[in-house]
T-cell receptor, first 112, second 112 residues
Framework: ETGVTQSPTHLIKTRGQQVTLRCSSQ?????VSWYQQALGQGPQFIFQ???????GRGNFPPRFSGLQFPNYSSELNVNALELDDSALYLC???????????FGPGTRLTVL | GNSVTQMEGPVTLSEEAFLTINCTYTATGYPSLFWYVQYPGEGLQLLLKATKADDKGSNKGFEATYRKETTSFHLEKGSVQVSDSAVYFCALTTFDAGKSTFGDGTTLTVKP
C-alpha cells in the first residue's frame, strides 16, 4: 500500500509569484487536508477536500486555493506569494471523514 | 475556538529516563486527541490517539490518557531511547473531522 506522497520536495520562489503543490492520497482515501507549518510551530489547517468538494477552510486568504481530482489526488495553489508563505506544506489523507489522518513528507517552500 | 497548549521545550533527557510531555486543550464538543511525532526533515507520523474520556492510547512504549476533567492528554514513556529524539505534537479534532488543531510542538533530545 502506497502512503501519501507530495511533490516537489523543495521549492524556491520569489515574492509575487504563483506556486502549485501536489499531493497523492493513500490508496482508498477520498479526503485530503492541507496544512501550513511555519518553522518552530505546529501545523495550521488550510482547507480540506472530500470527494472533490471543499469541506472546510481555515483562516487563510483566498489566494490559497485547492483542487481535488477524481482519483483523489490534490493540488494547493498559492498566488501572489509573500515572504511569510515560506513554510513546510503538509498534505494528509483519510478514508472518508475519519478523524485519523495520514501525513505526507511535506513540501518545503521558500519565498525570497 | 479550539486550542492546544503544550509544555514548552526543548526537553533533554538521558537514555532510559522517564518522559512526560504535558498537553492541555480547549475544545467545543468532544474531541479526539492525538500525539504525532516528526523526525528531522520528515512529515508527521501518528504516534497514538484516544477518542473518548478515560481512553488510553499507546504505541512503541508511549502512552497518553484522555482526561476530560482536566482537559489533558499528557504523553509518557517509561524509558526513552536516543532514537526517540524528535518533535512531538499534541493535536485534537472535533466533529468536523480532519481539521486538526495542533500545539506548537515539543522538541525532545535524548543523550546516550
Amino acid at each position: 500500500e502506497t502512503g501519501v506522497t507530495q511533490s516537489p520536495t523543495h521549492l524556491i520562489k520569489t515574492r509575487g509569484q504563483q506556486v502549485t503543490l501536489r499531493c497523492s492520497s493513500q490508496s482508498g482515501h477520498n479526503t485530503v487536508s492541507w496544512y501550513q507549518q511555519a518553522l518552530g510551530q505546529g501545523p495550521q489547517f488550510i482547507f480540506q477536500y472530500y470527494r472533490e468538494e471543499e469541506n472546510g477552510r481555515g483562516n487563510f486568504p483566498p489566494r490559497f486555493s485547492g483542487l481535488q481530482f477524481p482519483n483523489y489526488s490534490s493540488e494547493l495553489n498559492v498566488n501572489a506569494l509573500e515572504l511569510d508563505d515560506s513554510a513546510l506544506y503538509l498534505c494528509a489523507s483519510s478514508p472518508g471523514l475519519s478523524d485519523t489522518q495520514y501525513f505526507g513528507p511535506g513540501t518545503r517552500l521558500t519565498v525570497l | 475556538g479550539n486550542s492546544v497548549t503544550q509544555m514548552e521545550g526543548p526537553v533533554t533527557l538521558s537514555e532510559e529516563a522517564f518522559l512526560t510531555i504535558n498537553c492541555t486543550y480547549t475544545a467545543t464538543g468532544y474531541p479526539s486527541l492525538f500525539w504525532y511525532v516528526q523526525y528531522p526533515g520528515e512529515g508527521l507520523q501518528l504516534l497514538l490517539k484516544a477518542t473518548k474520556a478515560d481512553d488510553k492510547g499507546s504505541n512503541k512504549g508511549f502512552e497518553a490518557t484522555y482526561r476530560k476533567e482536566t482537559t489533558s492528554f499528557h504523553l509518557e514513556k517509561g524509558s526513552v531511547q536516543v532514537s526517540d529524539s524528535a518533535v512531538y505534537f499534541c493535536a485534537l479534532t472535533t466533529f468536523d473531522a480532519g481539521k486538526s488543531t495542533f500545539g506548537d510542538g515539543t522538541t525532545l533530545t535524548v543523550k546516550p
